[in-house]
């Protein structure tokens, strides 16, 4: 295809904005586009330019750097303050050389400011590639935008810390807090099943010793639980013995004590992303 992949020629509408109607090249132009299935609208000066795009839907506009009346531009900055968007492609009669020295006597300062940035308006084929290309980046613009607003804003995950002894609590807190997570603590296995019935949890670091009930209670009482967040055992107690009544209880992750804080992060991710 030669135009947005999205839209067929037939679909595109261009606006050619020149400086009278007596304008051959603009009229062989108009008949080039038309010709490649394009519906043309024309204006004949920068004020019609305005008009014609707050009344009909357009997709790329082809100015005149020469056109009467208003400043080329203030016309360029009124269009982009309608449809900030919408392609614009300056198109000029003149050579290279022309074209050049006109851009610098007119002070040209939009679109890098350099003459360049025009297109002769008998170069059909410059023109119908840069046409295509600015199609081409605006479906890409649209595209992203609805991503952007299919995703969600991220909720920080909240990680539960349960462990008798205060000073952990308070360590891991702080820490978790730091890489924005939201954190609830519990001294108890009591406690930490209170807060899961009660709360939205992501992620409990549980202690496998403490006393009353213990870490491998704590995780018989949250398998039975509809909802059931993701476990990292928190553990001075390394062997295999250990690892398989954990795991046959639901736990997802063990951290060996005392913790690097590295590691735990890691597998915090690990497990949100696993969520997720």
Not at 250 to 255: K, L, N, R, T
């Amino acid at each position: 295809m030669t135009l947005d992949q999205e839209k067929s020629s037939s679909q595109v509408t261009v606006l050619v904005v020149t400086e009278d109607n007596t304008d051959k090249e603009a009229d062989s132009l108009t008949c080039f586009l038309l010709g490649h299935g394009m519906t043309v609208l024309r204006a004949y000066n920068g004020a019609e330019g305005l008009e014609t795009v707050r009344m009909h839907p357009v997709d790329v506009i082809l100015l005149d750097v020469k056109i009467p009346g208003m400043d080329v531009s203030a016309v360029f900055a009124a269009l982009q303050q309608i449809s900030p968007r919408l392609p614009i492609i300056l198109v000029n009669e003149d050579d290279m050389a022309t074209r050049a020295a006109r851009a610098r006597t007119a002070g040209v300062r939009f679109m890098n400011a350099s003459a360049d940035n025009s297109v002769r308006i008998s170069d059909y084929a410059k023109l119908l590639a840069r046409i295509q290309g600015r199609l081409s980046a605006r479906r890409l613009e649209q595209e992203a935008d609805r991503t952007s607003a299919a995703i969600e804003p991220t909720k920080p995950p909240t990680i539960l810390v349960v462990d008798d002894d205060q000073n952990t609590v308070d360590i891991l807190t702080r820490l978790l807090t730091r890489h924005g997570m939201t954190v609830l603590p519990a001294y108890n296995g009591l406690e930490c099943l209170e807060i899961v019935r009660t709360h939205t949890v992501d992620v409990i670091l549980l202690d496998d010793i403490m006393p009353g009930m213990d870490g491998f209670a704590v995780c018989a009482a949250l398998k039975r639980m509809t909802h059931t967040p993701s476990i990292v055992f928190m553990t001075a107690r390394d062997d295999m013995t250990t690892r398989a009544a954990a795991l046959s209880l639901g736990v997802s992750e063990f951290i060996a004590k005392p913790i690097n804080h590295g590691d735990l992060l890691a597998r915090i991710h690990t497990q949100i992303a696993a969520r997720r």
